[in-house]
């Protein structure tokens, strides 16, 4: 596939899947060796289910999330992605009591492609900054 055709494929991953919860895709867009990177969590991420669980954690703290794509460039066979996610803290995120609190938290994702299809991606969000926001980490 093209580099604009993957753009097309990451884009959706942020509208569909991310903002609008559409978990039903995971299974057409992910490969089954897939391999989520994120500096955040303890272990990688694994597979169309390990990523599965994964987006429901951040789903189910932020129900309403929306997440924006501010901007791609894609090479070869990677897309980055440069996003913001806006969402109200309402569920329980990795031990952390509801808030209710908005959070807006700026990220970029590098995602490699395989036939359209995510096959590894790395992360790297605010993770402190969400923190702060759901009031687990004093501000400074």
Same mark, same amino acid.
């Given at each position: 596939m093209s580099? #604009? *055709?993957?753009k097309d494929v990451a884009r959706r991953w942020a509208e569909e899947v991310w903002s609008k919860g559409n978990l039903s895709l995971i299974d057409e867009l992910v490969t089954p060796d897939y391999v989520e990177h994120d500096p955040a969590t303890p272990e990688e991420v694994r597979g169309p289910e390990g990523i599965r669980h994964?987006? #429901? &954690?951040? /789903?189910? =703290?932020?129900?309403d999330m929306q997440l924006? +794509? #501010?901007?791609? +460039? =894609? *090479? $070869? #066979?990677? +897309?980055?992605?440069? @996003?913001? &996610? /806006? $969402?109200?803290?309402r569920g329980e995120f990795m031990g952390i009591a509801p808030s209710g609190n908005r959070l807006e938290i700026a990220g970029m994702s590098i995602d490699r492609f395989s $036939? $359209? /299809?995510? +096959? *590894?991606? @790395? *992360?790297?969000?605010? &993770?402190l900054g969400m923190m702060q926001q759901m009031g687990a980490v004093p501000k400074p």
């Open positions: 580099t #604009e *055709e993957n994964y987006i #429901e &954690a951040f /789903r189910n =703290a932020l129900p924006t +794509v #501010e901007d791609q +460039v =894609a *090479e $070869g #066979e990677k +897309v980055v992605t440069r @996003w913001t &996610a /806006r $969402g109200t803290h $036939g $359209g /299809r995510f +096959v *590894e991606s @790395w *992360e790297n969000y605010d &993770a």
